[in-house]
């Protein structure tokens, strides 16, 4: 029964999602503020979403985390869970889902062609420090998506024919505030992650660090996300430049969690 559920309850979650980032979007091409009800929706989807993770970890015993399936089903929840939170709490940037439910249609569509398959799970994955890990990674991911939000919104008001559908929102000079508010804490959790993926790494391999491409991608996140910090304190550069330096180092840590599975050979590669 769990497995008629399972897939059952994701894909109307998914249809959920993409309902309320319709909305979005349409809200933002005809200046229309359909705030409650994207709200509404994506609530509901993420409890749908919660529901057919929870069936699934009862049914293999292990939590989201082994195969690409499962790290982009998990990723997914927790990128909708952290702007779900900050959709919530800061009215002034709802219009910024219309720049985020895009991003989250393409990993959307990227889980559907991925097969469901279940992946063994390593004796190197029964520990506390890989849930801290792997938790530490989803909230500075989920930080970023928001950053990413944010700039987007900025960028587009360059454009000749989209800067008055987000007119209602505070100035570059406040959103560029605000975004990188949202990186700076992203930038606390990926040191998180770093360090507890350390520490996972010396229980499992006898080893802290070990330049494998997981672990210097991830470090070559880390500096590029200080080095944007530094440089908008530093040398005061415009919002436009910081939702770049934004974009790029988005892209970037995506890259690292997304896409070193499909090039590394070794033991810590992100997906078995």
């Known amino acids: 029964m769990a497995m008629d ?7 109307v979650a998914l249809v959920v999602y993409v309902l309320a980032g319709s909305l979005a979007i349409f809200g933002g ?3 229309t503020r359909p705030e409650k009800a994207v709200l509404a929706l994506l ?10 993770i929870a069936l699934r970890w009862e049914r293999l015993g292990h ?8 790290i982009l089903l998990s990723n997914i929840w927790s990128l909708l869970a952290i702007y779900l939170l900050a959709y919530w709490r800061i009215p002034a940037i709802r219009p910024t889902a219309a720049v985020v439910m895009p991003i989250l249609f393409v990993m959307m569509g990227w889980l559907l062609v991925t097969s469901p398959h279940e992946g063994h799970l390593p004796a190197t994955y029964h520990t506390v420090w890989l849930f801290v890990h792997i938790g530490f ?3 500075f991911l989920g930080c970023a998506l928001v ?13 000749r024919h989209a800067g008055n559908r987000f007119a209602s929102l505070p100035d570059d000079s406040r959103l560029d505030e605000l975004s990188f508010r949202f990186m700076a804490i992203a930038l606390i959790f990926e040191t998180l992650m770093l360090i507890a993926g350390a520490i996972w790494a010396q229980d499992a391999w006898g080893r802290y660090w070990a330049w494998d491409p997981l672990e210097t991608w991830s470090f070559l996140t880390w500096l590029s996300l200080a080095f944007a910090l530094h440089a908008r304190v530093a040398y005061k550069v415009s919002p436009r430049t910081g939702a770049v330096m934004v974009m790029a180092v988005f892209v970037l840590a995506f890259l690292t969690f997304f896409g070193v599975p499909f090039v590394s050979t070794a033991p810590h590669k992100g997906a078995v």
Do not use: C, D, N
């Open 5 to 11: 559920w399972e897939p059952l309850t994701l894909w």
């Open 29 to 31: 091409v005809l200046r």
């Open 43 to 52: 609530v509901l989807g993420l409890l749908l979403h919660t529901a057919s």
């Open 63 to 70: 939590g989201p985390y082994i195969t690409m399936f499962e």
């Open 137 to 139: 990674g989803k909230v």
């Open 147 to 159: 950053a990413v939000g944010i700039s987007g919104v900025i960028l587009l008001r360059g454009r």
